[in-house]
């Protein structure tokens, strides 16, 4: 009889814990879930696929195949095998948001950065390509990604002009890249080693910050040897074409029918730069172009998105640009925009 009650006391000890610990575990989703569901935050992440293997692929390159899950991580260091569309990487790159934008970049040669316009003011990028890898070019009721980057650099993306074209990152040895969420902002830190373009080749380091109010990302480069021609710029759908200078920073912006909702609506976007950093501002091939001076300073930029469809958002190409002008106003006062 004693044996029979000392192991009840075992089992009812033993369902006790796994009791406490199911009920933990459930708080902590539920706290996760509520943070998700929060307006007044930023989020950044970097997702990759877990439980398959990289296979030579259809389209001449390796792909990774059988991937049953994705896992969020603070750090990566980008396979070898890794290129568009490989299917490793959750969106093909890091992402970050806030309540009224999300954004992310393609972590591969390509190295564009895209607009996932938002119908909602909840974080939703834990959500996205969950249900098929390239769902988000699919309309949802969380939004969908909104830009054609095409051959371009997208909105903000950065690369070099070599002979009047832009060079990608096509040949590097290694790229790592960070993500980090704090209270008052998230990071994305990106460092390319032995990047080569043309005769050159350099070690670049490249942070996107994004805070919780407001549309824009913080963009800063920091060249390892000063070349010429490193760019960004902001890809040319045709539409309408805005430039601006102030006393010691510029944009330029567009804005009209140039988003992949169909039918296609309009978005704004701009780049804000400093003057006396900038060598040339003119019209590429793909995109207008802002190109820098040669320099080992790091370089600071912002670039941002308006969609007519973010709730209370920009509805005219009046309203944009007098958000522009604004924003213009407070770069010259304090040279930093939050």
Not at 181 to 205: F, M, Q
């Amino acid at each position: 009889m004693k044996k029979l009650a000392f192991l009840s006391l075992i089992i009812l000890s033993l369902v006790s814990c796994k009791e406490k610990k199911s009920e933990s575990n459930s708080e902590a989703k539920a706290e996760q879930k509520s943070e998700m569901r929060s307006s007044s935050k930023s989020y950044a992440e970097l997702s990759i696929a877990q439980g398959g293997k990289w296979i030579d692929g259809s389209r001449g390159h390796k792909e990774y195949d059988g991937g049953t899950s994705f896992k969020n991580v603070d750090s990566l260091t980008v396979p070898k095998e890794h290129t568009d569309h490989s299917w490793y990487i959750r969106y093909e790159g890091p992402g970050w948001e806030n309540s009224q934008i999300g954004y992310r970049l393609y972590l591969d040669w390509r190295n564009a950065i895209d607009i996932f316009g938002k119908k909602v003011d909840t974080l939703v990028l834990p959500y996205v390509g969950q249900d098929g890898f390239d769902s988000y070019h699919e309309p949802s009721p969380w939004g969908q990604d909104i830009l054609k980057a095409g051959k371009s650099m997208g909105i903000g993306g950065y690369g070099r002009m070599v002979a009047d074209t832009v060079a990608h990152f096509r040949s590097v040895k290694n790229t790592f890249a960070t993500v980090k969420n704090s209270d008052g902002y998230s990071t994305i830190n990106i460092s390319y080693e032995d990047w080569k373009t043309g005769d050159d080749s350099i070690n670049l380091h490249a942070q996107l910050t994004m805070y919780p109010n407001d549309r824009f990302t913080k963009a800063e480069l920091t060249p390892s040897k000063a070349i010429t021609g490193i760019c960004t710029g902001i890809v040319d759908h045709g539409v309408a074409f805005h430039k601006k200078e102030g006393e010691k920073w510029a944009y330029i912006a567009t804005y009209g029918l140039q988003t992949l909702a169909s039918p296609p609506d309009n978005l704004g976007m701009a780049l804000f730069y400093k003057l006396d950093e900038v060598a040339e501002q003119k019209k590429g091939q793909y995109e207008h172009l802002v190109i820098f001076k040669p320099s080992t300073e790091t370089i600071t930029y912002y670039f941002l998105g308006a969609w007519e469809q973010e709730p209370d958002g920009i509805k005219t190409e009046e309203a944009f640009i007098q958000d522009l002008n604004k924003k213009l106003e407070v770069l010259d006062k304090t040279n930093v925009l939050k």
